[in-house]
Nanobody
Framework: QVQLQESGGGSVQAGGSLRLSCRASGGAFRTLTMGWFRQAPGRWREFVAAVDWSGRRSHHADPVKGRFTISKDMAEEILYLQMDNLKPEDTAVYYC?????????????????WGQGTQVTVSS
């Protein structure tokens, strides 16, 4: 059983940066395809970024391309989401997701394991 725990959320002003982290327990980190999703109040959960099990192939949603970067630190076994030039519309609860077999897709139903989420608030 894989358990995911996010950290690193907080409140920043527009233009600022945050780095989210996600730790996976269960000893399966190196085999997991992992991703980040977010959900703002009154909106559907939406895809942010994903990376394959090796960490070499990644995919970012258009609204965050050039501002956010997903990465997988194999040595520390942590998934990161570096978020730069944050905008108020990035305000949401951010969720870490993982799956043992999936390609790095943008479809939330693909992912079997989910964290509890971490709040990111960006003020103008």
């Amino acid at each position: 059983q894989v358990q995911l725990q996010e950290s690193g959320g907080g409140s920043v002003q527009a233009g600022g940066s945050l780095r989210l982290s996600c730790r996976a327990s269960g000893g399966a980190f190196r085999t997991l395809t992992m991703g980040w999703f977010r959900q703002a109040p009154g909106r559907w959960r939406e895809f942010v970024a994903a990376v394959d099990w090796s960490g070499r192939r990644s995919h970012h949603a258009d609204p965050v391309k050039g501002r956010f970067t997903i990465s997988k630190d194999m040595a520390e076994e942590i998934l990161y989401l570096q978020m730069d030039n944050l905008k108020p519309e990035d305000t949401a609860v951010y969720y870490c997701a993982a799956d043992r077999t999936a390609l790095p897709t943008d479809t939330s139903s693909t992912y079997e394991y989910w964290g509890q989420g971490t709040q990111v608030t960006v003020s103008s």
